[in-house]
């Protein structure tokens, strides 16, 4: 499985937007970038993921460098809730069980 | 939908003692995945399973652990006997498997604590 590379800890402002990045330079061409978070005391829950294009939902926005090699997770205005480990993950679609291989995440510290 | 359940939430036992976790997926989901998280080692795929049947266990640390599906609502980790470094948070998920797409459900987690 292709790796991902994190900062390990980022800081933020209550409602400021903060950018997540992630590099995977290894990235094979059907690689899928997901994103999970986990909030203290609770499992990882999903939430963005991607291929090519950019990616909005109503969580995040996603952006992917053209060359796929990088991606950014962009929440729009960060909330204290927002205090979790963002995991950035590639999933291979060659063999569609659904894998995943956590890192060790980037833990995001909100600041009121 | 109650989403992913595991039982019990926390557990305590003794060193070479018999524990089994359990866990109720997401109805109509046809994965289903084990995780063990510890401060030192992260978050780690123990095994998977499709469609009721194990497809990767590599991730399973020994012979003290296994798992079984039985049905597509049910599942369970067995740990025997157990030892103290298996204290962690271990969490089952999810997933309705469409492509690359499908996102994982994890439950609440059970903590575990071998004493």
């Known amino acids: 499985d292709a790796k991902t590379t994190q900062p390990n800890s980022m800081e933020s402002n209550e409602e400021e937007p903060v950018h997540l990045p992630c590099n995977h330079s290894t990235i094979s061409g059907t690689d899928y970038i997901h994103w999970y978070r986990q909030l203290p005391s609770q499992g990882p829950e999903y939430v963005i993921h991607g291929l090519t294009s950019n990616v909005n939902n109503r969580m995040a926005s996603l952006a992917i460098a053209e060359d796929r090699k990088s991606s950014t997770l962009i929440l729009h205005r960060a909330t204290l809730r927002d205090a979790a480990v963002y995991y950035c993950?590639?999933?291979?679609?060659?063999?569609?069980?659904?894998?995943?291989?956590f890192g060790q995440g980037t833990t995001l510290q909100v600041k009121p | 939908d109650a989403g992913v359940i595991q039982s019990p939430r926390h557990e305590v036992t003794e060193m070479g003692q018999e524990v089994t976790l359990r866990c109720k997926p997401i109805?109509?989901?046809?994965?289903l995945f084990w995780y063990r998280q510890t401060m030192m080692r992260g978050l780690e795929l123990l095994i998977y399973?499709?469609?009721?049947?194990?497809?990767?266990d590599s991730g399973m640390p020994e012979d003290r652990f296994s798992a079984k599906m039985p049905n597509a609502s049910f599942s369970t980790l067995k740990i025997q006997p157990s030892e103290p470094r298996d204290s962690a948070v271990y969490f089952c998920a999810s997933s309705l498997i469409l492509l690359a797409g499908g996102e994982q459900f994890f439950g609440p987690g059970t903590r575990l604590t071998v004493l």
């Open positions: 109805s109509g989901h046809n994965s």
């Open positions: 399973f499709n469609n009721n049947v194990p497809i990767d």
């Open positions: 993950i590639l999933r291979g679609s060659s063999s569609n069980t659904g894998k995943l291989i």
